[in-house]
């Protein structure tokens, strides 16, 4: 691991409430001085920190970036992803949907027939619905791994097109003429696939992308269609 994945690993653990004291970091990285204080002012430059009176603030949006770029420098993944919580993937990714005119609902729960379900994020655009799972991955996943998580979301996902209108759940989409259901996941870090089986993996700081680019894509994607004629 490089010593500035070092640094940017301590920085991760101590801001987890949004603030630290530059000297609390330098001992915690257990770095020379000079050049803490040199990796601290490159990331200032780099908007991933801010420095104000001696104390390092960071957001949630930071923090991902923190994380993302500590495992492209030799981090160790698992390391990383402890430091994080399984709210800030979905944090995020609320904040880039409602952003970009989303209306987002975060762990929805519903059920159909005799089965539970929940989805992390479910957010609405006319005519989208996208359901995304946050998977805060410990380690590289295998295929196999992966191929069940796309199966069990693409199944979620059927399950909520299929269970709607429903009084119990609160979405704009049941007031459209179609509604067109997309499962997506979201993760960590780039994944060997961008898509498997039509579903698209996400990594998070490319949420932004991924959300522009779907309406001119939305041919190479898998989707569950559904019509509401009459409402209950």
């Given at each position: 691991m490089s010593l500035e994945a070092k640094l940017l690993t301590s920085l991760l653990k101590m801001t987890k409430a949004n603030s630290v004291l530059i000297e609390d970091v330098k001992i915690d990285s257990r770095l020379p001085l000079e050049y803490c204080s040199s990796l601290l002012k490159k990331l200032q430059q780099?908007?991933?920190?801010?420095?104000i009176d001696n104390q390092i603030e960071v957001d949630t949006t930071n923090r991902l970036k923190i994380a993302v770029k500590a495992i492209?420098?030799?981090a160790d993944i698992q390391d990383i992803s402890n430091q994080l919580d399984w709210h800030?993937?979905?944090?995020i990714t609320a904040i880039a949907l409602k952003n970009n005119g989303y209306s987002v609902h975060n762990n929805l729960r519903f059920k159909k027939i005799d089965h539970r379900f929940e989805i992390d994020v479910v957010a609405t655009k006319k005519p989208i619905v996208l359901c995304v799972d946050c998977k805060h991955?410990?380690?590289a996943i295998t295929p196999s791994t992966l191929k069940r998580i796309v199966e069990e979301q693409t199944l979620r996902t059927k399950a909520l097109a299929d269970s709607l209108p429903n009084k119990k759940?609160?979405?704009?989409?049941?007031?459209?003429e179609k509604?067109?259901?997309i499962p997506a996941i979201l993760s960590l870090i780039p994944n060997a696939?961008?898509?498997y089986y039509e579903v698209p993996i996400v990594p998070v700081l490319q949420i932004q992308d991924f959300i522009s680019q779907l309406p001119l894509n939305m041919d190479s994607v898998k989707v569950f269609s559904q019509t509401?004629?009459?409402l209950t």
């Open positions: 780099e908007d991933i920190i801010n420095i492209s420098l030799g800030e993937f979905e944090e991955w410990k380690r759940l609160a979405l704009p989409c049941t007031q459209w509604a067109m259901f696939f961008k898509f509401f004629q009459t």
